[in-house]
């Protein structure tokens, strides 16, 4: 899936997997498909659903389950709710038989895509970092743009997740460190408000569906970072329209057609200047690699319209550390890093800090570092922080590369 859906995860597979159902009690309902279809289309996705192995797309099916059981009227009654309970149990038997069923075909089971990545960092252990680091930035947090810093301004005894996690895989916790405390509240409380609203409403079949769909990426939104994602949001925020034009909320307020004109004219014209920046930087980028590879000699960087992070992550991928280096030079450095988390750009801010004197905060970045650094690379920063001593014995000869941090 194109736009950051990625079907190779489980978890996002299992979602589309459960919306597909859904939109087969659609069909079912506007008489588009018949009940000896869907019961084949609920049985193709039920064994995909195992084969899964997700465990939200447990979560979200015995959901959709129980949503069946209190709209049954609206769908035939209890047919399509014993229909549902036996996909769920077939859903079931391939979850817990996967590895026998694996093991018996002579087929190699690779686990989990989603364990090799986390493997060092339960979700719970990230929600706990999110909510400390929350705490400290209540009244404003931190911005969609720099949340590497809620991962950093925790205590480094806790930060070794060696990896960067940029997300709280928690829509909830998300809004609250992007936003702070006060506005990001108001933003839950506005949404639990709409959607409890909506499933008060709503009352037709054809609605239901909808409502069902969204109640799915909301429960998935909670424990993943499915909210980050354009091939879900999409979908997401047209389901939402839907459901707010059927249940007819109250209109805050109405554009006028020159209002809206112009408006999709700003966005229309920001859209194309995001899509001509970012082709035109990411060749930057493949250049970038090319020349770290000594395929080629380093080109410019081209001038953005908007992506200026994306410049500046280019540029500062060419830098080294190096003295003297001026106050404000630093100052964007830091921005740069915090803006795209990136390990080498990370490595040179914290040789220029030290370099140019300022090794309380280099040491900082160095064990932010190791913290969010997968294991094997730190004896590649070692290697490196030797050279620059050996270049630089007057600045940083005395200063040792920080330990690993103990929990």
């Given at each position: ?9 489980p978890n996002?597979?299992a ?6 159902f ?7 309902q506007?008489k588009i498909?018949g009940v ?8 193709f996705l039920?064994?995909?659903l195992?084969?899964?192995h997700?465990?939200i ?17 609206h769908f ?10 036996a996909?769920l149990?077939?859903?079931?038997i391939?979850?817990?038989?996967l ?8 087929l190699e089971y ?9 493997n060092?960092?339960?979700?719970l ?25 809620a991962?950093?301004v ?5 930060l070794?997740l060696?990896a960067?996690f940029?997300?709280?895989h ?15 509240a108001a933003?839950?409380?506005a949404?639990i ?5 909506v ?8 609605e239901?569906?909808?409502m069902?769909?969204l109640?799915?990426f909301?429960?998935?939104?909670n ?7 354009p ?6 925020v047209?389901f ?5 034009h059927a249940v007819k ?24 200047a ?5 082709y ?15 395929l080629?000699t ?11 992070h994306?410049a500046?992550?280019l ?13 404000e ?6 921005r740069t ?15 220029t800090?030290?370099?140019?004197g ?5 040491i ?7 913290s969010?650094s ?27 590369w920080?330990e690993?941090?103990?929990?």
């Amino acid at each position: 899936v194109d736009l950051e859906g990625n079907v190779a995860q489980p978890n996002e597979m299992a979602t589309l997997l459960i919306w597909a159902f859904i939109g087969g009690l659609w069909g079912v309902q506007r008489k588009i498909i018949g009940v000896w279809t869907f019961a084949l289309l609920g049985a193709f996705l039920a064994i995909g659903l195992g084969i899964s192995h997700s465990r939200i797309g447990i979560v979200e099916a015995v959901a959709v389950f129980i949503l069946l059981i209190a709209y049954r009227r609206h769908f035939g009654g209890w047919p399509i709710v014993w229909a549902c309970l036996a996909l769920l149990i077939v859903q079931a038997i391939v979850f817990l038989g996967l590895y026998e069923l694996m093991e018996a075909m002579m087929l190699e089971y690779r686990g989990r895509a989603l364990d090799q990545i986390t493997n060092n960092a339960p979700r719970l252990q990230i929600y706990e970092l999110s909510i400390e680091a929350i705490l400290r930035s209540p009244w404003v947090g931190y911005g969609a743009t720099t949340l590497a810093m809620a991962q950093w301004v925790t205590s480094p005894e806790e930060l070794a997740l060696h990896a960067y996690f940029l997300q709280a895989h928690n829509i909830g916790l998300d809004l609250l460190a992007w936003f702070g405390i006060p506005m990001g509240a108001a933003i839950i409380l506005a949404l639990i408000l709409w959607l409890r609203g909506v499933v008060i409403k709503t009352k037709q079949a054809a609605e239901l569906v909808f409502m069902f769909a969204l109640i799915v990426f909301v429960l998935h939104a909670n424990v993943e970072l499915l909210h980050w994602s354009p091939a879900y949001l999409f979908p997401a925020v047209v389901f939402a329209a839907v459901l707010d034009h059927a249940v007819k909320s109250r209109v805050v307020w109405r554009a006028s057609v020159t209002s809206f004109l112009i408006y999709t004219a700003l966005l229309s014209a920001i859209l194309i200047a995001t899509i001509y920046d970012y082709y035109r930087l990411e060749r930057g980028y493949i250049h970038l690699r090319a020349e770290e590879a000594r395929l080629r000699t380093v080109t410019d960087v081209p001038e953005p319209l908007v992506l200026y992070h994306l410049a500046d992550y280019l540029l500062m991928s060419r830098m080294i550390g190096r003295a003297p280096v001026p106050p404000e030079t630093i100052a964007w450095m830091e921005r740069t890093v915090q803006g795209i988390p990136n390990y080498n750009t990370q490595l040179t801010h914290a040789v220029t800090l030290a370099l140019n004197g300022r090794r309380a905060e280099a040491i900082v970045w160095m064990q932010r570092l190791n913290s969010v650094s997968p294991p094997a690379y730190l004896e590649s920063y070692r290697r490196v922080w030797s050279n620059f001593q050996r270049q630089y014995p007057d600045q940083i000869g005395d200063m040792s590369w920080p330990e690993l941090p103990k929990k």
